[in-house]
Structures are given as C-alpha cells and as structure tokens.
C-alpha cells in the first residue's frame, strides 16, 4: 500500500556482509562503523559508492558503506600517515623547536626513517618521553580534524614554521585552497587521508637509529603486531648518499623540482643524474674487475621495474671496458616443465617460486661452464610450458657468467657454487625525492608508475590490467626479494631526481582510462592525485642510454647483444 509518510530523523548503513545498521541523520560515519566493527579489525576509511571518504563523514541518507581496514592497502597507508601527523604533533608539543622529516620507509622492518632537525638528534630517553607522549593522545582518542583553508594562508603558515620545502610544494597549486589536518591545534599538511581520531593509532614504536630514529608500525597482515626491528647498514647506505646528490643538487622536495620546471634546468639535473648512474656502476664494474680471478659469475636481482634490464646491459658495457665479456643466461629457461611446477595456496601455478626452477640443473651448468666445459644450455617454451634443448656454449678465460632473475640475492640459487666466485648486484629505484618533509614518495608507488607506462608501451596491457596484478608483484617481492637485500655485494639505485616529471604526461592518460566504477579505480584516483603535484617535462632531455627508456622507449641498448656466443 502506498501512503504519504513523515519525514525520516533515522538512515540506515548497509555494509558489505548485508548488516544493516539504524542511525540519527548526521551520525558521523566513524560513530556507526565502531559500533559495526566492535571486536575486529577497526576500520580507518571507508568508501561509499565507490568513493573513498574519511570516517569524519556525515551521513545524511541510506547508505552502502564498506569499511576500509589496516588490513587493506589503503587502509595501511592511511594508518601510517596518521602515525606522522601524531609524531608531529607530539614532538611539536614537547620540543617546539625541532621539525622531524621523513626520509623513507624500510619495507622489511616495517618503519619509516626520520631525521629532527634544529636541534641535536634525539636521545634514547627522549625517544622514550615522546612516544609516552603519543600514547597519551591516543589515549584521550584526540579528534583529527580537516580544515579548509586559503593555499595563500597555508604557505604562510609553513614559512613562518621554516618549513620552506613545503611552503614550495604548495607555491605549484593551481587550486584556490586545499584541506589541512589538525590535531590538538596542531596543523600539516598530508597528500591524502587520515583517520578520523587518534584513538585507533594504537600501534606503533620509536627506536633510536643514529643519527636519526625509527617510527615502526605494523604490517598490514599482522596489524595488532611489530615486526622486531633488524639493521640494514647496506641500504641505507645507498640512501642516504642518494640523499646527498639531491641535496647539491638543491632538490630534496618536489617544489624545489618543479622550480627547476620552471627554471628550465631540467636538461642539466638530467645529464647529472645520469652521470651518478654511470659512477655507481662502474663502480660495480671496478669492483668486479679487481676480484675477476675468482669472481665467475655475477647474479643481478630486484623487484619489478627497478630497471634490471638496462642496468645489467650498462654493467656488461662498463665490463668490457675492463676487458671481461659477461655472458647472460637467462634464468627463466631453467623453469620445471608446466606439469611440475608447484601450485599456491589459491591452486595457481606459482612461477615466483625458486622451486618453480631446476636449481641442481642450473647449478650444475655454472660449475661446467666455470670449469670450462661445453653445456648445451635448456631453452624454456612459455608456448608449450616445457623445457627443450638450447644452444651449446663454452666460455672463453675472458667471460664471466651474469644472470638476471628475481632469486639471483638467494643463496640457494647457487648453494652449490663457491661462495667467493658469486658476486651478487642488487638493483632498485630507492628515491630519496619526497613532497616534502612529511609526505614520502614511495619508491613502489614510482615501480609501479613505470610499469603501467612500459606495459601499455611494449606489453599491450591497459592500466587497469597493470594495476590488477601489482599486489601479487609486491607479495612476490616481500617474500622472495626484500629479505635478501643486505646479501648484496653492491646495491645500484636506479631512482633519478627527475623521473616522475618525465613520466607523469605519459601515465596521466593511461589512468585517466580507469573508470570510477572499475575496482582499481581508487588506486588510479590516488596515484593521479600524487602526479599531479609534478611539473610534466617532455621525454627529449632522457639520453638514450637512461634507465629511463626501458619504460618509455627508445633505449639504445634494447638490441645491445653482449652474449657474443662461442663453441
């Protein structure tokens, strides 16, 4: 039956698992979902037709609502930017006078590195004091609120703080106004969201780590839990001179980049970049030369898009300048026949698996090879899924064996060679480049934005479909790359200064393709977001020779043949 009704003072929240939950209109969003997610995983966003919003949001209708959990990625990111507005906030309160940065995050240990600067780095008892002070604010679940201000207001609100890189990062905003955060009264500037109150921020720990420290929170699998925190000498190492080239570069802040845009020095911190490249792997290359009586074969790994390809051409370039002839085998060939390849626990062919390869096998032809004998070397069919008989090669006393693959810094890929014969390249793109002091640039997020410009280049694949697969490529780096970082021998950063501004006109319209109503829509929403902070630059100042070109074409070392195969 059909009959007038009163107005409704009460909505109701539907959520994905079909509960339905009745509220006042104007209930905030944060409000239903504590009492929805009671006893769980709480949640710290949510999206509502697709959209993702903020837990201060105000409900004023009937509402599909999905809460978005530490447990996501998204989720994870917005808990660990909220750790910083609460750092921030704290160290604000109890040292007005120092300013912390955010230098970048280690993966494995699962915390980001932090620097305080005008004052003396932090004592352990301090560390001690602010972390009291922190669980002291998320103990009164303090509100973090956003307000909307005049970009005019905001820069001179980060100037008079002395906060130049960010007062910069703003200057490039083509918008009216934009959204501050604040805490306790306390006010920053985030690319992106935070969670509505301090509250939920119940995890997280302060190690010293000289002369700076460690903000540790958890990984998203294990959100209740901290990982025990392990030392990476050897990576931040190659940060932190990373970090010194920018900064004699005076581009330690993405404004500072977009003023070199606007300066037209771009064709310059190009040539540099490139040329620090260069350094770093001859480097490697004088390296290897020096121990070429007992150094055999070189192993070069790294997570996807860090630039494998072209470094180990540029490697093998610099060798035969030293008078060594590298030749590649490739470890895909040593791939099981498809029937027995072992599955994973979704029942899929686990291709990422070492035991996906013939490791006796391989193992067998290094030491052939090494002894210099003749090896008929296999020839994987990807066609067929099994393994046929390929070309027969010996080495000359002249070559040394380098191989490419994603196990190539796991010693049991080679358990059965020598230790000392082994030299092990780890590669990855390990920006130092941030926004600004709080806002990092992750180094997965510039992988992934080459990857959706190379796959749509030379693969055929949309962004959305690249977009699709990257959490099993980052699941397939964390467990079979990242714990072996520090087994380097060298580690070469492929990240340039400059690169995002290259890449941004040619990634912009590839994500502009993703509609609102696909699922990696909000991936695509949030990595144009960040784009867009970059000045685009044309492809013209890339030399031909750039790690660059292996995701945007053009490399002249995409034919460069060093195999120069001998019988």
Excluded at 366 to 387: C, D, K, N, T
Excluded at 512 to 518: D, M, N, T
């Amino acid at each position: 039956m059909i009959r007038p009704a009163p107005p409704r003072d009460r909505l109701q929240v539907r959520l994905p698992d079909h509960r339905i939950f009745e509220a006042p209109i104007f209930t905030s969003l944060s409000d239903v979902l504590s009492v929805a997610q009671e006893g769980h995983v709480p949640a710290v966003a949510a999206t509502i037709n697709g959209r993702l919003v903020e837990l201060s949001t105000v409900l004023t209708r009937d509402t599909d609502v999905t809460p978005v959990l530490l447990t996501d990625g998204i989720g994870a990111r917005i808990y660990r930017r909220s750790l910083i507005m609460l750092l921030a906030t704290a160290v604000r309160e109890l040292f007005p006078e120092a300013r912390v940065s955010i230098e970048h995050a280690t993966t494995t240990a699962g915390a980001f590195y932090c620097l305080v600067h005008n004052r003396d780095p932090f004592t352990a008892r301090e560390l001690e004091v602010i972390t009291w002070h922190m669980s002291e604010i998320v103990s009164a679940d303090d509100p973090i609120l956003k307000v909307r201000v005049p970009v005019d207001e905001a820069v001179e609100l980060f100037e008079t703080r002395g906060e130049s890189d960010t007062a910069s990062l703003l200057q490039s905003r083509t918008k009216p106004d934009l959204s501050l955060h604040e805490l306790r009264g306390h006010r920053e500037y985030f690319q992106g969201y935070l969670v509505a109150s301090a509250g939920v921020l119940q995890w997280f720990a302060l190690h010293a780590y000289p002369p700076g420290f460690m903000l540790q929170f958890p990984h998203s699998d294990r959100p209740s839990q901290l990982s025990a925190i392990a030392p990476y000498p050897k990576l931040f190492s190659v940060y932190a001179e990373h970090g010194e080239w920018l900064s004699r570069l005076g581009i330690r802040g993405v404004g500072a980049l977009n003023e070199a845009v606007d300066g037209d020095l771009l064709p310059e911190i190009s040539l540099v970049g490139e040329a620090f490249h260069e350094s770093q792997i001859a480097r490697i290359a004088t390296d290897i030369a020096a121990q070429r009586d007992r150094i055999k074969v070189i192993l070069i790994a790294g997570p996807s898009s860090s630039g494998k390809t072209t470094t180990s051409k540029r490697l093998a370039v610099q060798l035969l300048a030293q008078g060594i002839r590298p030749y590649p085998i490739g470890l895909d060939d040593y791939f099981l026949d498809r029937e027995k390849t072992p599955r994973d626990a979704r029942g899929e062919y686990d291709f990422e698996a070492l035991e996906a390869l013939d490791v006796p096998l391989f193992n067998q032809h290094l030491l052939q090879l090494m002894r210099g004998e003749v090896v008929q070397l296999p020839h994987f069919s990807f066609q067929r899924g099994r393994r046929e008989p390929g070309a027969e090669v010996v080495l000359a006393p002249d070559q040394m064996i380098i191989v490419e693959g994603i196990h190539g810094l796991n010693p049991a890929l080679v358990a059965e060679l020598p230790n000392d014969c082994v030299y092990r390249v780890y590669v990855s793109a390990l920006t130092q480049l941030n926004l600004d002091g709080h806002n990092r640039v992750s180094t997965s997020d510039c992988r992934l934005i080459r990857r959706i410009v190379r796959d749509a280049a030379t693969r055929g694949y949309d962004a959305r479909a690249t977009l699709k697969r990257w959490d099993s490529v980052v699941a397939g780096e964390k467990k079979h790359i990242f714990p072996y970082q520090e087994y380097g021998d060298a580690i070469f950063n492929s990240a340039l200064a400059h690169e995002l501004a290259v890449l941004r006109p040619l990634a912009e319209p590839l994500l502009l393709q993703v509609r609102p109503e696909h699922p990696e829509w909000l991936e695509a929403n949030r990595l144009l977001s960040f784009l867009r902070w970059f000045k685009p630059v044309t492809a013209d100042i890339v030399p031909t020779n750039s790690i660059l070109r292996e995701f945007i074409g053009g490399s002249v070392l995409e034919t460069f043949d060093f195999s120069l195969r001998r019988r």
